[in-house]
């Protein structure tokens, strides 16, 4: 009995065993197979690392000032009685846009220039009584400083009348009516926006490193997403003598002419201040920079060394300068005639293999106009 159940135990051993065989057959198999196995090679699109001369320019965003521009509003209160203008109008210096309510200040006046008139009769009397010498010199001296305070009086109502008469301070476009007839307006409400949009000023910052390079007269050019196709040259104007304390930034003024008139007040631009002298730069597509904290970074092309033929992707970090379109400037990391991946970079890890497919690539450009921007 006894060797009947050794040798069940022994045939149950022989299974486990040829069993535990197979199975790390089968392990090794897979093993050796995963150490074999290449995947297969990434689809990217690739650039030539060039050597180009840019301009030397400052970039900033800035925002479009008027020469002149105003909120025209009353000096006095009074009530509107007449509205000489058109919302949206082109108006010349000195034209009249309002008027106020003047029925009271015009009696007074009128009565102001009564006293005056009477007050100058007794100053001829005066003067003819003194020549006889009838009045003393103190009531001669009354009756002129009578006459001239009734004339101040004259004038200070006139003042006002004219205060009450609004017109253009100066030639510019009028903006929406915020009046109407009838209303009654206090001091400093505000009628109507005047500005003059020819010339015109960009407003911007740049940082303090760059004020020792900075000086007035350097051409400008400024651009605006609302007309991508037009450039607006301009020179730089004035420079603040004070940086503010919170961005260290150093504030620039450019003058425009404007002469379409298409640039306007509070608009956004973008302004690039100009250097006589070009400066040599490496250039990339701003697309093949992938950016970490650690660094920024490319995957260059380059044959693979290890046998299997084709092309593998080396990661290259690098220091990039300027920006220019579609376009960045590498100091340091590339050299020229380098192929790199221009798309496709995020798939990629140190070593990937890869291969070129520019068919479907955009072409990058350093002015780029896109479709649906």
Do not use: C
């Not at 015009?106 to 005056?116: G, I, K, N, S």
């Not at 990039?320 to 579609?326: H, I």
């Amino acid at each position: 009995m006894k060797s009947k159940n050794f040798v069940a135990i022994l045939i149950v051993l022989a299974v486990l065993g040829g069993l535990a065989g197979i199975k790390v057959l089968q392990i090794r198999t897979l093993m050796a197979a995963g150490k074999a196995f290449a995947p297969p090679p990434t689809a990217i699109a690739s650039a030539v690392v060039t050597n180009a001369s840019w301009p030397d320019t400052l970039s900033a965003v800035g925002s479009v000032a008027a020469v002149q521009g105003v909120l025209v509003a009353p000096e006095v209160a009074g009530t509107v009685t007449e509205i000489d203008f058109d919302s949206g109008a082109t108006v010349a210096q000195g034209d009249l846009l309002l008027r106020l309510d003047t029925s009271s200040e015009a009696a007074e006046l009128r009565a102001d220039e009564a006293q005056a008139d009477l007050a100058r009769l007794n100053l001829d009397r005066t003067r003819k009584l003194r020549a006889s010498d009838t009045v003393s010199q103190s009531e001669l001296d009354t009756a002129e400083a009578t006459l001239k305070q009734m004339e101040a009086n004259a004038d200070a109502v006139r003042a006002v009348i004219a205060k009450k008469t609004i017109r253009a301070p100066f030639a510019g476009k009028l903006g929406i009516r915020l009046v109407n007839l009838g209303e009654s307006l206090d001091v400093g409400k505000a009628i109507v926006s005047l500005q003059a949009l020819s010339p015109v000023y960009a407003d911007f910052s740049l940082p303090q490193q760059d004020l020792a390079r900075l000086r007035p007269g350097l051409p400008a050019r400024v651009t605006s997403d609302t007309y991508p196709d037009k450039t607006f040259d301009g020179a730089v104007a004035a420079i603040n003598p004070d940086l503010d304390t919170d961005t260290r930034n150093v504030r620039l003024r450019v003058a425009l002419t404007n002469e379409e008139q298409l640039l306007r007040p509070g608009m956004f631009v973008h302004v690039e201040v100009v250097f006589p002298e070009t400066q040599p730069a490496l250039v990339i597509p701003a697309t093949a920079v992938l950016s970490a904290p650690f660094g920024d970074s490319v995957y260059v092309i380059e044959p693979d060394t290890n046998g299997a033929g084709g092309l593998v992707a080396r990661q290259q970090f690098v220091h990039v300068d300027r920006t220019r379109g579609d376009f960045v400037s590498v100091t340091s990391g590339l050299k020229a005639g380098e192929r790199i991946v221009s798309s496709g970079a995020f798939k990629l890890r140190n070593g990937s293999p890869v291969v070129e497919s520019n068919d479907l690539a955009p072409k990058p450009s350093t002015q780029p106009k896109p479709a649906d921007s």
